[in-house]
């Protein structure tokens, strides 16, 4: 069994005390006389047991205090020495400070109890004043220093507690920013694709067209779309450039879109699909004095409709392409439903992303979206509360 080692500073408090309590001897300056063991040597053993109990009072608190509590009672037996006394108050401290939790709490009611047994003992044994002073001492020298040990304890514990708090608090608040900012990211990609996406499938699709058809008037028609899209492009690049470098305020610089643009999303579908043989019709069910949805609620309706005429133009077959909006019972329905078969004429390449964002969009406020093929059309199905809670969510 190896012993634990003693603390450099426990052990200084040792050498000195010890040192300082032999001084007193050498001076025959002892506490009291006329005891069991008047030897001037007696007084040296309880004087040195201490002295070594003050080397481990932090290491072992517990055996430090019951050794000591022996050598204590040794000391009364002898001429005494004060420099025990005082080592034993400062073990008594340290078995509260350092010691378990359990006899932390004990050894304050513990002293407190001899205190009380110690004065009513010499009350009824002498009975008379000197019999209180006695038990004054004792408390002095052993509940005093227990009661100081517990209020030490006690703000450590809580001091400790608060940094730990602290810790946490800071991991939370780390946490939270690093959550903001992959949210933020993924808001910044499903922006940046529903902007882009729907404009270069289009430059895309004219362009490969305007390469594969030698007619004047075919590459006329597919460089004024071209360039058309580039310009819608840019605008909506500079609106979202222009957020981004936005720092004040809530105001988004810049117009967001909303469901009342809805027709002009359908005439630049209907501009960039004609090539490919298809038509897109707008069936807007809602009512003419329905209130304002909230924004973040419109803009998701209207990317969602963006994006899957990106899809129908990218990959559709020649047909119809239906786009329903309407309102009632406090959510917000769009439905998208366009033909699939061979396509023929030039496509553009998909990588999925488009679907992604859109359940992305639904599922942030609450709603459902679901995208499947069934009986030769492709049909996409968005349901989006259209309370204000869903625009406070988002």
């Known amino acids: 069994m190896t012993l634990p080692r003693p603390h450099p500073h426990d052990l200084l408090l040792a050498v000195a005390g010890f040192a300082i309590g032999l001084l007193l001897w050498s001076?025959?300056?002892?506490?009291?006389?006329?005891?069991?063991?008047?030897?001037?040597?007696?007084?040296?053993?309880?004087?040195?047991?201490?002295?070594?109990?003050?080397?481990?009072?932090?290491?072992?608190?517990?055996?430090?205090?019951?050794?000591?509590?022996?050598?204590?009672?040794?000391d009364q037996f002898t001429n005494g020495n004060l420099v025990t006394v005082l080592m034993f108050t400062d073990v008594v401290y340290a078995a509260v400070v350092y010691g378990p939790p359990a006899s932390a709490?004990?050894?304050?009611?513990?002293?407190?109890?001899?205190?009380?047994?110690?004065?009513?003992?010499?009350?009824?044994?002498?009975?008379?004043?000197?019999?209180?002073?006695?038990?004054?001492?004792?408390?002095?020298?052993s509940f005093l220093p227990a009661l100081t040990g517990a209020v030490v304890r006690n703000h450590r514990e809580a001091a400790d507690a608060a940094r730990l708090r602290a810790g946490q608090t800071?991991?939370?608040?780390?946490?939270?920013?690093?959550?903001?900012?992959?949210?933020?990211?993924?808001?910044?990609?499903?922006?940046?694709?529903?902007?882009?996406?729907?404009?270069?499938?289009?430059?895309?699709?004219?362009?490969?067209?305007?390469?594969?058809?030698?007619?004047?008037?075919?590459t006329r028609q597919a460089l004024t779309v071209i360039r058309e899209n580039s310009v819608a492009g840019l605008t909506e690049m500079r609106r979202l450039i222009g957020l981004l470098r936005d720092s004040g305020g809530d105001a988004e610089p810049g117009a967001v879109p909303s469901l009342d643009a809805l027709d002009g999303l359908i005439a630049r579908a209907r501009a960039n699909g004609a090539p490919g043989g298809l038509?897109?019709?707008?069936?807007?069910?809602?009512?003419?004095?329905?209130?304002?949805?909230?924004a973040p609620v419109e803009l998701a309706a209207y990317r969602i409709v963006q994006e899957s005429l990106t899809n129908a133009v990218k990959h559709a077959s020649p047909g119809t392409v239906t786009v329903r909006v309407g309102c009632g019972d406090g959510v917000l329905t769009v439905a998208v439903d366009s033909p699939c078969g061979k396509r023929p004429g030039p496509s553009a390449p998909g990588s999925g992303a488009g679907l992604v964002g859109m359940r992305e969009r639904a599922e942030l406020l609450g709603?459902?979206?679901?995208?499947?093929?069934?009986?030769?059309?492709?049909?996409?199905?968005?349901?989006?509360?259209?309370?204000?809670?869903a625009g406070n969510d988002a």
């Open 27 to 74: 001076f025959g300056l002892y506490t009291t006389g006329d005891r069991v063991f008047d030897q001037r040597w007696a007084a040296l053993v309880p004087l040195a047991v201490m002295a070594a109990m003050e080397a481990v009072r932090r290491t072992m608190p517990r055996t430090a205090l019951a050794v000591g509590t022996l050598a204590i009672v040794a």
């Open 105 to 141: 709490r004990r050894v304050p009611y513990s002293t407190g109890l001899v205190t009380v047994a110690v004065t009513v003992g010499f009350l009824v044994w002498w009975q008379n004043a000197i019999a209180l002073l006695v038990g004054v001492i004792t408390g002095m020298v």
């Open 170 to 218: 800071a991991l939370l608040a780390e946490m939270d920013r690093a959550q903001a900012v992959v949210a933020e990211r993924a808001r910044m990609a499903r922006e940046l694709h529903d902007m882009v996406a729907n404009h270069l499938s289009a430059i895309a699709i004219h362009s490969t067209a305007a390469l594969s058809l030698d007619e004047p008037a075919t």
């Open 279 to 294: 038509d897109f019709v707008l069936e807007d069910t809602r009512p003419a004095d329905a209130e304002a949805l909230p």
């Open 367 to 389: 709603g459902e979206f679901r995208a499947a093929a069934e009986a030769a059309v492709w049909q996409v199905r968005a349901v989006l509360p259209a309370d204000e809670k």
